[in-house]
């Protein structure tokens, strides 16, 4: 066979110029987010919804002309990618997120009418999309650039301070601002009662799981069995099993004085910290176990070989190295409690899904925010953390 | 909520059958039609209730507008989670690769509840908040799965396939998407199985489908409902997970065929 | 044919493989050999354009590659490589017909040729054609390999550390399949190894390289007779070079023919190498051997002084010349 088949072809392509493609999407969809999408929006009351804004109506000019300086900027930079761009974007993406709450107030001042004390301002989608794209670049900029998880998160650790105090200060027509306010001591204890039922129920499923993967590692049709039906207990959606739970659990507390005095009944707290637990063993078991089985053999037996005893070699060599797998099932179910336990609001567990159902009950969507948000920091500041904590304990540090 | 992550292989119970999905979509056929015959068991539970069968609507119809609900985003999620994975594991995409993974795995630290919330203020009550969360949130594990599979598939095959002049939409073809597929298939599984459970969630935010008993069941303080439609749903959940179970055995059985 | 000058590779700011000078004549044996890390790979893989060479020339049959289309390119040169790369998900049979598929032969004639090659290597196809690859034993697989390389009867055939992973006797017995089979089918072979023995045993021609460049190149027997420094000598076995050597001349180069002294007891077949001979001195404690043909009839004789004279006057020739 002759290779001439193989002709013709096309003569070689290179390309001379390397953007960064990612960045420079990124920096066009938020300007036109911020052009397109509705800037903020404006309602008499909490339950009214509000009329939308643009940009131009909300900061003006001026206003527009900066943010979108700012967007061209970053733009600008991405299409030349040096480590010094890469910086120098960081630095404006940290400028625009210290600005956002600034263009908040701006706003409020010239569209709220002062005289109607339950006005209030909505955030518009181009902020969402605007702070959900910032993030993006965050993440990829903390790539490109090889920082560590801590920078990112001191940075957004400092502009949230700063939001914060702007919130408290300046903000007060803001709706999410004005919710907050209205039930500050309820908030707090929502928080204090939602990360309660996560550390509990994340804390006995931690103790079970460890205890439970040891022994499926001695008994081999434990093993089998306790998979089954942990899984089978992970299929059944979680609306249902704390649905499925009241109704033993209220006649347990009707029938046995006992319990009841300890505070079980059908409703609130003990049926969401059982369906809590049941949740959280899969992931914990699973993952204990596998971290436990991992551990490679070769490793194992030479330690048996240099005369570690049983005891030594488990805590000495296995253990040890089984260490950052084990947490990371710790994360995985801190993670997922967090979410179910906002669920759990519905049968009467408290936390902040309260929030949550009571506002989509009363049709008042900052009340929703109010909920729905600190869920996702909570989420996102435990993933952090104890993804962190597993890369700092893997030996010879993050992989 | 959220379930085996596919990358890692567990010591599986043993092989389950292709008649264990048909029990519980049986089970789940007889308690549509059967539920009002199972009155005496429901009055039992709660004696005291006016009504212990929910009737608002009908059960068949709840089923069919959850079922409706959670396919038409798992539709969508398919088309667009396996096209994203796909695109950034190919040569032109590859720039957006470590931005897709990271988000897919950020994504995963957003409880579906959260998700669903936010989905309200910006869409209205009703349907249309229930099915775009479902697809955000679904989205999730099937990139996350198609990026796994396709970069675990041994860069040497890849190699050895592109040397035998296979073109590229061929090696995706022939070599990436069938190796890839059981990770890609245990990814929708995931996504599937969660979005049963939140669609329930729905009935929250206006949506009619089995989350409606529950909800009003918790609301009334009717026990009764509140397992009506926390019965139907398992079932659903079951049916669908185990029937992937099947598809997933058969696909890894085919791929070690020994 | 193939022809590389001064072909250069960098990825990014280092270089891997720099000005590269080479020529394969049609069905030759080349073998690239060097420590790992040292551009033979990369030099193999820029003559199927898996690799984009950076500078220099890759000339084929006598047309650069830059213009011949890559996949078709690549239809028409074998590949092997240490880790088989054959498709987990594909049986034996299917594997071996994927280029013929590629070229879209008729089924029959596709089922015909891999039926054809399994023959050729020694698979039986009523045993292997619906096997797995996770089913075949490490060799096996390899000659699967090596089948589905030659399936489209590729002229060219590249050999990435084919043998590298077996054990030495699968290994041994791999690389006197593959001299048979070169023997008949005259392929141009671009062949890399680390182990010099394999590279001298199967080589028409050596290439040392190092760091990238080529350190020497020539015939096996030229390189053994004079490597060029110390690196390639100790490649070659610095002491045991001798032996390395008289591995690759055969008995009957070296025999004279029958004397009238009484024949020596020990005896040894005319195509058996040199090396082989001396073993056979140093157990018997002898040193002469009566050379016999393939029917066991003596043919000539062969002495110890006589070999050692003879390998003297090749240095004093090569000094000469």
Not at chain 1, 112 to 136: E, K, N
Not at chain 2, 8 to 18: F, G, K, R
Not at chain 3, 228 to 256: C, I, N, W, Y
Not at chain 3, 281 to 294: E, G, K, P
Request: aromatic share 6%; charged share 15%; net charge positive.
């Amino acid at each position: 066979m002759s290779l001439i088949d193989a002709l013709p072809s096309p003569s070689f392509k290179r390309r001379p110029w390397h953007p960064n493609v990612v960045l420079l999407c990124l920096s066009g969809a938020m300007l036109a987010a911020a052009w397109l999408l509705s800037f903020v929006s404006v309602a008499p009351n909490r339950i009214v919804s509000g009329t939308a804004f643009g940009m131009v109506d909300a900061i003006s000019w001026p206003g527009a002309a900066l943010v979108s300086l700012l967007f061209i900027a970053m733009a600008a930079l991405s299409s030349v990618p040096t480590s010094r761009h890469y910086r120098a974007m960081l630095g404006i993406i940290i400028l625009i997120l210290l600005l956002m709450p600034f263009g908040l107030m701006v706003a409020g001042h010239w569209l709220v009418d002062p005289s109607l004390p339950q006005a209030r301002l909505g955030i518009g989608a181009a902020y969402w999309t605007v702070l959900f794209v910032l993030l993006l670049c965050l993440v990829e900029l903390r790539l490109r650039l090889g920082l560590s998880r801590w920078w990112p998160t001191l940075l957004l650790a400092g502009v949230g301070i700063a939001w914060w105090g702007c919130a408290a200060l300046w903000l007060d027509r803001l709706a999410l601002v004005q919710e907050f306010q209205a039930r500050e001591g309820q908030f707090y204890q929502a928080v204090g009662q939602h990360i309660a039922l996560v550390g509990t129920a994340v804390g006995v499923s931690v103790v079970l799981g460890m205890l439970l993967a040891m022994l499926m590692r001695r008994y081999q049709r434990l093993q089998k069995i306790a998979f089954t039906l942990l899984n089978f207990l992970q299929t059944i959606p979680s609306l249902a099993l704390f649905g499925l739970l009241l109704a033993p659990l209220a006649w347990l507390a009707a029938n046995v004085p006992p319990l009841a005095a300890l505070g079980v009944s059908g409703i609130g707290n003990a049926p969401a910290l059982i369906a809590l637990i049941a949740y959280s063993l899969l992931p914990m078991v699973r993952n204990t176990y596998i971290a436990l089985e991992e551990v490679s053999a070769e490793t194992l037996q030479a330690a048996k070989a240099m005369g570690m005893r049983t005891g030594q070699r488990f805590w000495q060599v296995r253990f040890p190295l089984a260490l950052p797998v084990l947490l990371e099932g710790v994360r995985i179910t801190a993670v997922q409690a967090i979410g179910l336990t906002a669920v759990a609001a519905l049968i009467g567990a408290g936390g902040l899904g309260t929030f949550i159902f009571q506002g989509l009950g009363q049709a008042a969507m900052d009340m929703v925010l109010l909920g729905a948000l600190p869920i996702l920091i909570l989420a996102l500041i435990v993933d952090a953390g104890l993804g962190a904590l597993a890369d700092a304990l893997r030996p010879g540090g993050q992989e | 909520m959220t379930r085996n992550s596919a990358t890692v292989s567990l010591p599986n119970a043993p092989s389950i059958q292709w008649f264990l999905p048909l029990i519980w979509i049986a089970l789940l056929a007889m308690c549509i039609v059967g539920m009002p015959l199972l009155e005496g068991l429901f009055r039992w539970v709660e004696p005291d209730a006016r009504q212990v069968v929910y009737d608002r609507a009908a059960f068949y119809e709840l089923l069919g507008r959850h079922v409706l609900v959670v396919s038409v985003a798992a539709v969508v999620t398919i088309a667009v989670g396996v096209a994203a994975g796909i695109a950034v594991t190919r040569e032109r995409g590859r720039d957006f690769l470590p931005l897709v993974g990271q988000l897919a795995s950020l994504g995963q630290t957003f409880p579906p509840v959260a998700v669903l919330a936010l989905a309200v203020p910006v869409l209205g009550f009703g349907t249309l908040p229930i099915i775009v969360a479902l697809m955000l949130y679904g989205l999730l594990p099937i990139v996350r799965n198609t990026l796994a599979g396709i970069n675990d598939v041994d860069a040497t095959i890849k190699e050895a396939a592109q040397a035998m002049g296979m073109t590229s939409w061929q090696v995706l073809r022939h070599v990436e998407l069938p190796l890839a597929a059981p990770v890609i298939l245990a990814g929708v599984r995931t996504s599937v199985t969660i979005n049963i459970a939140t669609a329930a969630l729905g009935a929250t935010v206006g949506a009619s489908n089995l989350g409606d008993p529950i909800i009003a069941g918790i609301v009334n303080g009717n026990m009764a409902y509140v397992l009506q439609g926390a019965l139907l749903i398992a079932l659903l959940a079951l049916s669908a997970d185990s029937a992937f179970n099947v598809y997933q055995q058969r696909l890894r059985q085919r791929l070690s065929a020994s | 044919m193939i022809e590389l000058s001064h072909v250069s590779k960098q990825f990014g700011d280092d270089t891997a493989v720099e000005d590269i000078t080479l020529r394969v004549a049609k069905g030759k044996f080349c073998a690239l050999v060097g420590t790992s890390g040292c551009g033979k790979s990369t030099t193999l893989r820029m003559i199927n354009r898996l690799i984009e060479h950076s500078s220099g020339d890759i000339i084929l049959d006598g047309q650069a590659i830059e213009q011949y289309d890559p996949v078709k390119l690549r239809r028409r040169i074998g590949y092997v490589i240490q880790s088989t790369g054959l498709f987990p998900h594909w049986n034996v049979a299917r594997n071996i017909g994927l280029v013929p598929r590629l070229l879209k032969w008729p089924a029959t004639e596709i089922t015909a040729r891999v039926e054809e090659l399994m023959g050729v290597l020694g698979l039986p196809v009523g045993e292997f054609a619906h096997k797995y690859p996770h089913q075949l034993s490490g060799g096996q697989a390899q000659r699967v390999g090596v089948a589905r390389a030659l399936a489209a009867d590729p002229d060219i055939l590249l050999m990435d550390e084919p043998f590298g992973a077996l054990d030495p006797i699968t290994r041994e017995k791999l690389q006197d399949e593959l001299a048979k089979l070169q023997a008949r089918l005259h392929k141009t072979i671009v062949f890399v190894t680390h182990d010099m023995d394999e590279a001298l045993k199967l080589a028409d021609h050596l290439v040392v390289m190092r760091d990238g460049r080529i350190v020497q190149q020539g015939t096996p027997l030229a390189l053994l007779q004079r490597p060029a420094d110390p690196f390639v000598e100790s490649l070659l076995g610095g002491l045991e070079r001798g032996l390395k050597q008289a591995a690759l001349t055969r008995v009957k180069d070296h025999m004279t023919s029958l004397g009238p002294t009484l024949p020596a007891q020990s005896r040894i077949p005319a195509d058996f190498s040199l090396r082989q001979a001396l073993s056979m001195m140093l157990r018997d404690h002898c040193d002469r051997l009566t050379v016999v043909d393939q029917g066991d009839v003596p043919i000539g004789e062969l002495s110890l002084r006589r070999i050692v004279k003879e390998a003297q006057l090749d240095k004093v020739s090569q000094r000469d010349a």
